[in-house]
């Protein structure tokens, strides 16, 4: 299981700005070689009342180096994991993966929160 992200509030909420986040030494293990994989994990994402605490995201990154997991399900995960830690506007995780076996792998997932309707 990951780490977990921590979080702190936001003070400009009313705000939209993007805080983007580069992750160059991200490291799982594939799950049908067992080989290992590395990548950077991109995340932008624009905050609604919290921020994530880098140091957390740093653990929570270093989580994954001895899980069995696919790139497109690190991708989608992280997604997941950082839109229930801060409940982001907008959120983009691209995972940019090295070659390995002549084969380059970028995954991009996307979340938007749903607008009220007033």
Do not use: W
Request: include cysteine; aromatic fraction near 10%.
């Amino acid at each position: 299981m990951p780490s977990e992200l921590e979080t702190f509030p936001n003070e400009y909420p009313g705000r939209e700005y993007e805080i983007d986040v580069e992750c160059p030494e991200f490291t799982a293990v594939c799950p049908k070689t067992a080989q290992p994989d590395f990548g950077t994990i991109h995340i932008r994402y624009v905050p609604d009342q919290k921020i994530i605490e880098l140091k957390s995201l740093k653990l929570y990154i270093l989580s994954y180096r001895d899980r069995g997991i696919f790139h497109e399900h690190a991708t989608n995960a992280i997604l997941d994991d950082v839109v229930s830690a801060c409940d982001p506007i907008r959120c983009e995780v691209v995972g940019d993966f090295n070659r390995r076996g002549g084969i380059k792998t970028t995954v991009r997932a996307k979340y938007e929160k749903e607008k009220a309707d007033n």
